[in-house]
């Protein structure tokens, strides 16, 4: 189940839809749709049970841990060959990749701590796909992300204006640099997937000063898939 509540409201459990107000999903995001909750992923979306072309090399920026952590494991599941961790923190990035390791001998696991903020940090993205993995790229997943402090008002000394700004520079700038600079090995790649992955959020669905950063971010993010 998802949680709809403000960290600062425990009733809002409680509320039916229309008195979570800002705090409720709109009807158009589909999450009142059915009452069933999925805790696991069902047979049809098993990683395991897809057979992914070989080679697939597959890239995962914020690949440490959390979300991108488990795409990793899954593009493992699903037979990729050639897998590169993309984060900032390198003691994280060391973990999942003995992890896949463990999972697999056959894959060719890469880790590179990377800003994606950082042009010469995203350039060496390219090095390294070039020099170790044979130029090829088929799956670019676009993950990594900053969380400002969130659910505060935007006037709130706990939220400075610097985090306001880190939330367009790693979530919007750094999708931007990373998807500059790879997609022409992506394309590039003969009979490959030719994929690019952006994860947002729900935080786009919402019209909340609280969460206006996380916000304006998605909605841009998203307002560029569609054009």
Known sequence: TLDTRSPNSSAAAQM???????????????????????HEAPANTDPSKVKLPSPCTVLVTGGG???????AYAFAKAGA??????????????????????????????????????????LALTDLLKTKHSARLDVLVNNAGFLDAGWQPITAESAPASDWKKVFDVNV???????????????????????????????????????????????????????
């Open 173 to 227: 700038y750094g999708v931007y640099l990373v998807t500059r600079h790879l997609l022409p090995l992506l394309l590039g790649t003969g009979n490959g997937l030719k994929t690019v992955i952006g994860i947002t959020s729900m935080s786009s669905h919402f019209a909340s000063p609280s969460i206006a950063m996380r916000s304006e971010e998605h909605t841009s993010e998203l307002q560029s898939h569609h054009d």
């Open 16 to 38: 039916s839809p229309p008195d979570l107000g800002s705090y409720a999903f709109p009807a158009h995001t589909g999450h009142y749709v059915t009452k069933t909750h999925h």
């Open 65 to 71: 841990r959390g979300v991108g952590e488990a795409i």
């Open 81 to 122: 060959s050639d897998i590169i961790l993309a984060a900032r923190t390198t003691t994280e990035l060391d973990t999942v990749a003995a992890n896949l390791g463990k999972m697999s001998s056959n894959i060719n696991v890469s880790t590179v701590p990377c800003d994606v903020t950082s042009e010469s940090d995203v």
